[in-house]
């Protein structure tokens, strides 16, 4: 079973960065995904248990940068050049294999979500 914990949101200006982690147990693929209510939830990026390269939403390609630290089973989402409509609640999800999707229904464990909120 994959537990998943977010941790790091906050309230931020434009322009500024935050760092996400996500504390998980599991060997497979690591994704994050973002939701403002109202809306679907939405990919922002996603890397492999092994390495390999990440994959990014086109709307954050540049300026979010995900990473893995395997001896801490931990995932890092840093967020910089943060923009108000990067507002969101950021989730952290986990696979059931190593392949990277952009669906949130190939991700069956989901942590509870954290706040992240950029003024103006």
Same mark, same amino acid.
Not at 9 to 18: K, P, R
Not at 35 to 63: C, H, L, M, N
């Given at each position: 079973? @994959?537990q998943?914990?977010?941790? /790091?949101?906050?309230? +931020?200006? @434009?322009?500024?960065?935050l760092?996400?982690s ?6 497979? @693929?690591?994704?994050?995904?973002? *939701?403002?209510p109202? &809306?679907e939830?939405? =990919? +922002?990026? @996603?890397?492999?248990w /092994?390495g390999?390269?990440?994959? !990014?939403?086109d709307?954050? &390609?540049?300026? =979010?940068s995900?990473?893995?630290?395997i001896? &801490?089973?931990?995932?890092?989402? *840093?967020?910089?050049s943060? &923009? ?6 950021? !989730?952290?999800?986990?696979g ?9 229904g190939d991700?069956? !464990?989901?942590?509870?979500?954290t706040? +992240?909120t950029?003024?103006?």
């Amino acid at each position: 079973q @994959a537990q998943l914990a977010e941790s /790091g949101g906050g309230l +931020v200006q @434009a322009g500024g960065s935050l760092r996400l982690s996500c504390a998980a147990s599991g060997r497979t @693929a690591t994704a994050w995904f973002r *939701q403002v209510p109202g &809306k679907e939830r939405e =990919f +922002v990026a @996603a890397i492999s248990w /092994g390495g390999g390269t990440p994959y !990014y939403a086109d709307s954050v &390609k540049g300026r =979010f940068s995900i990473s893995r630290d395997i001896a &801490k089973n931990t995932v890092y989402l *840093q967020m910089d050049s943060l &923009k108000p409509e990067d507002t969101a609640v950021y !989730y952290c999800a986990r696979g059931r294999n190593s392949g990277l999707t952009i669906n949130p229904g190939d991700y069956p !464990y989901w942590g509870q979500g954290t706040q +992240v909120t950029v003024s103006s």
